[in-house]
C-alpha cells in the first residue's frame, strides 16, 4: 500500500473518532434532557444563563387537547380558556436576536414575555393559535398535548416565572437544552461520515498509486583497459589479487647461486683510526 494510503487512513481514524465521541455526547445529551423539563405544573420558576449573551430561545409550553375548531370562531378549542402569564426579571433583546447586533434592553418586570406561538417557524410568528395554523401535537404517556406557545423568547441570563390561571396544567420544554443535543447529535454524525470518507478515500489511493522503480543498490564502476573503456558491475564477485616477491629461479629457468655477503669488519670510534701511511 502507499504510503499516502496510509497517511489517509490514519487521518480517518482520528476523525472518526472525534465525531464518534461528539455523537456520544449529543445522544447522552438528548437523553439526560428529555422532551419536558416540567410536567403538569400551573407555575415554574427557572432560570436561564444565556452564556454567549445573545439570547435565549426560551421555553416552548404544551397544555392538553388536540388541534381542532368546533365552534368555528377561528380559533383552536385547546387554546380558549386558557390563560398563562410570564416574566423575567434580566434584560431582554428587541432586535436581531441570536446575533453580534442584537439590541439589548434592561430588565422589565412588567412585561409580558408569554406569546402564543403553535408552530416553531418563524412565517407563523406568535400566530396567537389561530385555527389556520396546524400546532405542533404530541401524545406523551398517554396524554395528548398541543403546543400552545412559547415564554421568554430572546431573554437573556435572569429567572423567568411562568403561571397558568384557571388549573390549566402546563408541559414545559427548554428549547436551548434540545438544541444543544440536537447539534451535538448532527455535527458528530457528519464529523464521522467525513472520517470514513478519508478511511476509503486512502483505501482507494493506498491500492490505485503504484511505488515508484526500486532503486539499483549496485553502481556500475567504469574501468579503463587497454581496449577502452569497459564497465564492471561492482555488485559481482571481486577477485583479488596479491603481490609476491618473485623466485628468479622460476622466472629465468636459471639456478641462482647463494651469494656472500662481505663484512664490514667491526666498527670503531672515528678518533681511534690510525693515520694512514705515505706510499712513497
Given at each position: 500500500m502507499h504510503i499516502s494510503g496510509k497517511i489517509l487512513i490514519a487521518i480517518g481514524i482520528m476523525i472518526g473518532i472525534g465525531g464518534g465521541i461528539l455523537l456520544a455526547v449529543g445522544i447522552g445529551d438528548l437523553?439526560?434532557?428529555?422532551?419536558?423539563?416540567?410536567?403538569?405544573?400551573?407555575?415554574?420558576v427557572t432560570q436561564i444563563e444565556d452564556t454567549d449573551n445573545i439570547g435565549d430561545y426560551g421555553f416552548i409550553i404544551y397544555v392538553e387537547g388536540s388541534p381542532g375548531d368546533a365552534n368555528a370562531?377561528?380559533?383552536?378549542?385547546?387554546?380558549?380558556?386558557?390563560n398563562i402569564t410570564a416574566y423575567h426579571d434580566g434584560k431582554w433583546i428587541s432586535e436581531n436576536p441570536f446575533t453580534e447586533s442584537a439590541n439589548v434592553q434592561p430588565a422589565d418586570l412588567e412585561r409580558e414575555v408569554f406569546w402564543k406561538w403553535t408552530?416553531?417557524?418563524?412565517?407563523?410568528?406568535f400566530d396567537g393559535c389561530s385555527e389556520d395554523v396546524v400546532p405542533e401535537s404530541l401524545e406523551h404517556n398517554g396524554t395528548m398535548l398541543s403546543r400552545i406557545g412559547v415564554a421568554c423568547y430572546a431573554c437573556m441570563a435572569g429567572n423567568t416565572t411562568i403561571i397558568s390561571d384557571g388549573n390549566?396544567?402546563?408541559?414545559?420544554?427548554?428549547?436551548e437544552a434540545q438544541l444543544d443535543g440536537i447539534g451535538q447529535t448532527v455535527?458528530?454524525?457528519?464529523?464521522?461520515?467525513?472520517g470514513v470518507f478519508f478511511i476509503v478515500l486512502g483505501l482507494i489511493l493506498g491500492f490505485a498509486i503504484k511505488s515508484g522503480p526500486k532503486v539499483n543498490q549496485y553502481a556500475q564502476m567504469p574501468m579503463n583497459n587497454a581496449q577502452g573503456m569497459q564497465t564492471v558491475d561492482v555488485a559481482q564477485p571481486v577477485t583479488t589479487t596479491m603481490l609476491t616477491e618473485p623466485v628468479y629461479e622460476d622466472v629465468a629457468?636459471?639456478?641462482?647461486?647463494?651469494?656472500?655477503?662481505?663484512?664490514?669488519?667491526?666498527?670503531?670510534?672515528?678518533?681511534?683510526?690510525k693515520e694512514p701511511e705515505n706510499p712513497f
Open positions: 437523553s439526560d434532557n428529555e422532551k419536558f423539563q416540567y410536567e403538569e405544573v400551573t407555575r415554574v370562531n377561528g380559533i383552536h378549542d385547546y387554546c380558549e380558556n386558557v408552530v416553531d417557524d418563524n412565517k407563523y410568528f390549566v396544567s402546563m408541559w414545559i420544554s427548554y428549547y455535527g458528530g454524525v457528519f464529523i464521522a461520515c467525513c629457468g636459471v639456478p641462482v647461486e647463494p651469494q656472500e655477503t662481505l663484512s664490514s669488519g667491526e666498527k670503531g670510534n672515528f678518533w681511534d683510526q
